[in-house]
């Protein structure tokens, strides 16, 4: 808006810390609202019960039935309704307070199913849900590789090798990997001449001395 009404740009700055300050968004405001310090919740939301990760029979799961109307979802797809309408969890309050008791009874029922059967299941009935990944099954996800986040390079020494792909997609511009990760020392002289403009006696008197 800025640059269209007049014409000129602007410096922008984004930084890691504020970033970072910005993204507390709940646990800040609950401070800067009413003072409150929040605790340690690993993957679980303060406010929202279920809402966290859950282990399956093979591996791990994220659910999140953030309201009443998710809660009973859920309750149906877990098979037990009857949770929905019980007095000690018939609301989300309620559910937080009882949080423990809540996630003791949700885990043992996730025991019988597999991750990927309960995540088809809720997602079927509208539940936000998703797997929890470790990092052989995040490179062979079908939507990683579709994308193109594993590239295959290859390296002078260690043959065909694999790497992290490009995770910035430009339409017109496209980014690729062209060049294998180098030698150690590999692109030492083409540095100090290029940009310290040494000569090849100075760059020779460095290796004799053991500097490079």
Not at 126 to 138: E, K
Request: aromatic share 6%; proline share 6%; with cysteine.
């Amino acid at each position: 808006m800025h640059r269209e009404r007049t014409g000129q740009g602007q410096k922008v700055e984004c930084s890691l810390l504020e970033s970072g300050v910005a993204a507390m968004m709940n646990a800040a405001t609950a401070y800067l609202v009413a003072g409150a310090v929040q605790g340690r919740w690993g993957s679980a939301h303060e406010s929202l019960v279920p809402y966290q990760a859950f282990r399956a029979r093979d591996g791990y799961l994220i659910i999140g039935a953030g309201n009443d109307r998710l809660w009973k979802a859920f309750c149906e797809v877990i098979g037990a309704p009857e949770w929905a309408d019980d007095p000690r969890f018939d609301t989300n309050l309620k559910r937080v307070e009882r949080r423990e008791e809540l996630v003791r009874l949700i885990e043992a029922r996730l025991q019988a199913r597999s991750r990927d059967q309960w995540i088809a299941a809720f997602a079927a009935a509208g539940l936000p849900t998703g797997p929890i990944n470790a990092v052989d099954q995040v490179f062979r996800d079908p939507q990683v590789l579709h994308r193109g986040m594993v590239q295959e390079i290859e390296h002078p020494t260690a043959g065909r090798v694999k790497l992290v792909g490009i995770p910035v997609k430009f339409t017109a511009t496209p980014g690729e990997i062209r060049l294998p990760p180098p030698l150690l020392g590999q692109h030492t002289e083409e540095l100090l001449t290029g940009l310290l403009g040494l000569t090849a006696s100075e760059i020779a008197a460095l290796r004799t001395d053991g500097v490079i």
